[in-house]
C-alpha cells in the first residue's frame, strides 16, 4: 500500500467513523439510551484512523500538512474530535455534551470536504519549531473551549425547554457551569500560550511580535472575549444562562477567528509571506 | 479614595473588554492607528488595574492574582515604551555596496534615538532557493559586517533570519532586482563607478522590462533600461543575483530623443563625459526594525502567563480534589 492509498483509507473510513459517532451520540440522546463504550471506543478508532492519515499526508509532502484550506480544516477536525474524545473520557457524568457539540464537527467535516485535497508548499518562515508550538496551544485551546462550548450547551437547551427531560440525568446547572468555567480557564491559558508562542515566532522570524493582521486581530478578540467571560463570572456571580450565554458567545468569536478568517485574508498571517 | 474606589469597579474592566475590543475593530475596519485605536483602552485599563490593586483587598489575599495583574500593568508600560523607541525602515542595497543611512521608507518612536547612524553592513549578494512544489522561495543573503574593533564577519541572513546589530534586526524583503554597474569618465573630473536600481523584476520575469531613471554625476539624466534577451522562468533549485551573471541582455540608454543599445563593455558618448556599462549586478530590499522593549517583554509575560498557570492551576486542582472527595 502506498503512503497515499493509507492516507485515503485511514482518511475516509476516520470520516465515516465521525459520522456514525454523531449519529449514535443523538440517537442516544434522544432515545435515552447509554452506548457509551461503544461511542467512545468508536469516537477513539475514528480518531486514530484521522491521527494515521494525517501522518501519512505528513510524510508525504514533507511538512506538517497544514497549509491548504483542507489540511487545515482537517487538522482542525482532528483537534475538535480529540477534544470530544478526551472530555468523554474525563467527564463521565456528562457524557451528553458531546451530541451537542458533535453535529459542529460534521458541519466543519462537510466543509472540509469542498476544497480541493491539492498538495501545497509551507512558507520558507515556517521552518520553525515555534510553528509547532502554537498551533499545538491553539489546537489545546479550541478544544477546552469546544467541550465548554458542549456543556454551556446543555444548559441553553435546558433553559429553552428543549430536550430537559433528555438532559434529567445529568448534573444540576451549576455543576455543569462549573465544569464549563474549568474549561474556559483551561482554554484562557492555552490561548495565552499560543498567542505569545505565536509572538516569540513572529518576533523571531519578521522582527514585529505582532502585525495586526485580520488573524491576530481576531485572536486578540477572541481572548478578550475568553477573559470577558472569566471576569464576569468571578466578578458578578452571573447565572449558568449569562455565562453559556457568554461562551457560547466566546465560541463563535473563535469559530470565525480559525474558520471564517482564511476567507478574509489571502494569507494564514499577512507577515507570514 | 472615593474617586479610587469607582474606578476599581469591575464594571469598568468589563468597559475596558469592549473599548480594547472596539480599538482592534477600529484598527481592522477603519485602518486606523494602533496606537491611537488602543490608547484610550490601555489609559482607562491602567487606572482600572491601578485603582483595583490599590483598593481591593483581594489582591493582597491572592498573590497569583496580584502577580498577574502587576504584569498586566507591566506589558502596558512596555507597550507605551516601545511604541516611543521603535524603528522600522526599508532600504536597498546593490551587490557589494554598503549601508549609507539612505531609506525608502522609515518611521520612528519619538524617543528613538540616532543608532542607525553607527549600523554597517554590505550587500554581498544573494542565492534563491525554489521548493519542488509552490512559488514560495527562500532567499539567502551574504551581508558583511563590521564590529566597533573593525573585524569584519560575514552572515547569511534571509527572509525571516536576520542579522541583529546593536539591536536593529535586518532582512531581506521581497524587493529585489537587476542593477546595472557602469563607469562614469566625466570630461573634467575624476572617473567614477555608479549603478542603477532598476525597479523590481516580477516573478519569473515576466510582465514589464525593468527600467529607471539616472542622474550621472555632474552631468545628464538617462533613462535606462534592461532588454533582457530570454530570463527562463525560476525552476526548482536554486538562483545567484536573479541570474545576472548568466543571462543574456542588453541595455537600452535613453538621453533626450537619443536610444542607445548597449552591450556589457560597450562606451557610449554623451554630453558632458563617456558612459561605459561595466555589467549587470543584483540588488536586494532590506528590512530593519529595532524594539528595545522585546526582552524585557519576554520577561513580563513569563511572569504574567506563570501567575496565571499558579492561579487558575490552584483552582483546577482544587475542585477536582473536591471531586474526587464527593
Known sequence: MTLTELELNAFWTALVGYSIATALAMWALVFRRKPERTLLFLMSTALLLHTIAIGARWVRVGHMPVASMFELLSANVWGLMAAVVIGYWLLPRMRAFAAVVLPVVIMVMAWMLLPPMEVTALPPTYDTIWLYVHIAFIKLFLGAAFVALGLAGIILLRAANLGRDRFAGLPADSALDETAYRCMALALIFDTLGIVAGSIWAHDAWGRYWSWDPLEIWSLLTWLAIGLTLHVRASFRT??????????????????????????????????I | MKLLAALASPRWTVGVFVLLAAGALGVLEFELSATLAMAPAFTLLTANLAASIATNARFRRDLPLLVFHLALLMLIALFSIGRLTYFEGTTTLTDGTEFDNDLLSEERGAWHGDGLSTLRFRNEGFT??????????????????????????VAEIGDDIPLVLDGYRIYTSWRRGFSPLFLWEPDAGEAEYGTVQLQEMASGGSGFAPASD?????GPTIWVMLDLDNLPAPERGRRDALGAESVRHHLIVRLDNERREVLPGETIEVEGGRL???GLRSWMGYRIVYDPTIDWLNATVIVAVGSLLWFYGRLLRRRAATEDAE
Open chain 1, 239 to 272: 447565572p449558568p444562562v449569562i455565562n453559556s450565554l457568554l461562551i457560547l458567545g466566546t465560541f463563535v468569536i473563535a469559530f470565525f477567528t480559525f474558520f471564517g478568517i482564511p476567507f478574509v485574508s489571502t494569507a494564514l498571517h499577512k507577515g507570514a
Open chain 2, 128 to 153: 534563491e532557493k525554489f521548493p519542488e512544489r509552490g512559488n514560495l522561495h527562500a532567499t539567502y543573503n551574504r551581508v558583511r559586517w563590521w564590529d566597533d574593533a573593525g573585524n569584519s564577519y
Open chain 2, 214 to 218: 539616472w542622474q550621472l554625476p555632474g
Open chain 2, 276 to 278: 561605459t556599462y561595466a
